[in-house]
C-alpha cells in the first residue's frame, strides 16, 4: 500500500491566546499519537513532547535532561484529528507568541508487547516506521524490548522519564559503508546536547535492533532500574520517510544534495562526527526556498534566521559552509518526512 504521508504525519503553526486553544491536524485521522511543540517568536521556551502512553499531562523536553513534567500549565488533550492546548504556558500557548508542531500517528495508547526481555507497551504505525514504546528499566546488561514495527529501527530516541539525565539517541549509519562510516551499535548521541557521538557499549550492548527489538544495557538513561523509559522508533519506508547520513563538502558550490525520494515536510540534521546542534526544518513555517529557517532541537532558543537548506521535489540540498551542516569530510545524520511522494511533488 501507497503510504499517504499527511494521514501519518503533519506540519501545524498557529498562534497563541493565552486560553483553551484547539488545533486541528488536517489529513490526520486515527489520532495525533506523538506531538512535538516548539515556540518559534521568543526565546526560553522548551520543547514539549507527549504521546498518547504517556497522556498530555506529562511532557518531557528535548532540550532538557530533566524528568518528565507533569505540571498543568502544560496540558495538552491529543485528539483524533486535533490537540487542545489546556493552558496560557509560555511554552505552548501564550497570547502574542508563534508556535510550531510536528505530528506523527501512531496507534492510540498502545499495546501490551512481550516480545523480548522487558514487556512493553507499544503504540506502533508500522506501515509509517514509526512506533513509541513504553517500559520499565531492570538496570541487566544486556535486555531486549519488543519495538511493534516490522523493520529494525534506524533511529531510536530514548528517554528516562523518572530521572534527571540524558536523552540517549541511536542511529545506525554503519550501513552507509559508501561514506567509510566506522559508527556500530555501540555509539550513541544525546538530544538534549550538541556532542559528537559517543562510544560506550553500556547503551546498547554493542547490538543493532532487529525487526521486532533493541536491546539496552546497563546504562541509566536506556535502562534505569524500576524508572519508567519511553523510546521513540523510526525507520525508512520507501517514498514517505528516510533514515540516513551524508559526508560534508566544506564547499558551497559543491555543497551535497541528499536524495529523499520525496519532497520532504520536516528534515532534522545532526553533525555525527563532531560536535553539532539538532537542527530542524519543515515546509509549513516559511514554505519557499531559500528561507527554511532552523529551529534547534537541543535549545530553546527561538527560530534562526540563517539559510542553510533548500527544500526539493526530491530531497534537499545544501547551500553553504556551514560547519554544522556541510563541514568538509564530516558525517551528518538526517531524518526526513514526506511531504508528498516524488511523482506528485512539484518543485519549488
Not at 559508501?178 to 547490538?207: I, M, Q
Request: proline fraction near 3%.
Amino acid at each position: 500500500d501507497v503510504i499517504k504521508p499527511k494521514e501519518n504525519f503533519n506540519v501545524l503553526t498557529y498562534d497563541g491566546t493565552g486560553s483553551s486553544n484547539a488545533q486541528t491536524a488536517p489529513g490526520i485521522t486515527g489520532g495525533v499519537d506523538f506531538l512535538w511543540t516548539k515556540c518559534r517568536s521568543h526565546d526560553s521556551k522548551q520543547h514539549i513532547l507527549v504521546d498518547d502512553i504517556r497522556g498530555g499531562n506529562n511532557n518531557l523536553m528535548s532540550d532538557s535532561s530533566e524528568a518528565e513534567n507533569s505540571n498543568a500549565n502544560r496540558s495538552i488533550t491529543l485528539g483524533d484529528n486535533s490537540f487542545t492546548l489546556n493552558s496560557d504556558s509560555g511554552h505552548l500557548n501564550e497570547s502574542g507568541k508563534t508556535y510550531v508542531s510536528w505530528m506523527w500517528k501512531a496507534n492510540g495508547s498502545g499495546s501490551s508487547n512481550t516480545t523480548g526481555d522487558i514487556n512493553s507497551t507499544v503504540s506502533a504505525n508500522a506501515a509509517a516506521g514509526f512506533s513509541i514504546v513504553s517500559y520499565t528499566g531492570n538496570g541487566s546488561a544486556d535486555q531486549t524490548v519488543g519495538h511493534g514495527l516490522s523493520k529494525a529501527p534506524e533511529w531510536i530516541l530514548v528517554k528516562n522519564r523518572a530521572d534527571d539525565d540524558n536523552w540517549c539517541v541511536f542511529v545506525n549509519s554503519s550501513t552507509d559503508t559508501n561514506l567509510n562510516n566506522t559508527s556500530d551499535a555501540t555509539d550513541f548521541l544525546r538530544l538534549d546536547a550538541n556532542n559528537a557521538t559517543g562510544d560506550d557499549a553500556d547503551r546498547w550492548n554493542d547490538t543493532v535492533p532487529t525487526t521486532s527489538v533493541f536491546t539496552v544495557d546497563t546504562d541509566n538513561q536506556v535502562n534505569g532500574s524500576g524508572n519508567a523509559m519511553i523510546a521513540y522508533c523510526f525507520h525508512d519506508v520507501d517514498g514517505y520517510a528516510r533514515v540516513g547520513t551524508y559526508r560534508g563538502t566544506g564547499n558551497a558550490a559543491g555543497a551535497p544534495f541528499v536524495h529523499c525520494g520525496f519532497r520532504p515536510a520536516f528534515i532534522i540534521v545532526k553533525q555525527v562526527s563532531g560536535a553539532g546542534d539538532w537542527y530542524m526544518y519543515d515546509q509549513e513555517r516559511e514554505g519557499y526556498n531559500p528561507n527554511n529557517d532552523p529551529l534547534v532541537a537541543n535549545s530553546a532558543n527561538d527560530e534562526g534566521t540563517d539559510d542553510n537548506i533548500d527544500i526539493l521535489s526530491n530531497g534537499f540540498r545544501l547551500l553553504n559552509t556551514n560547519s554544522e551542516h556541510n563541514a568538509s569530510g564530516q558525517r551528518f545524520f538526517f531524518y526526513a518526512v514526506a511531504e508528498f511522494p516524488l511523482k506528485f511533488a512539484n518543485a519549488r
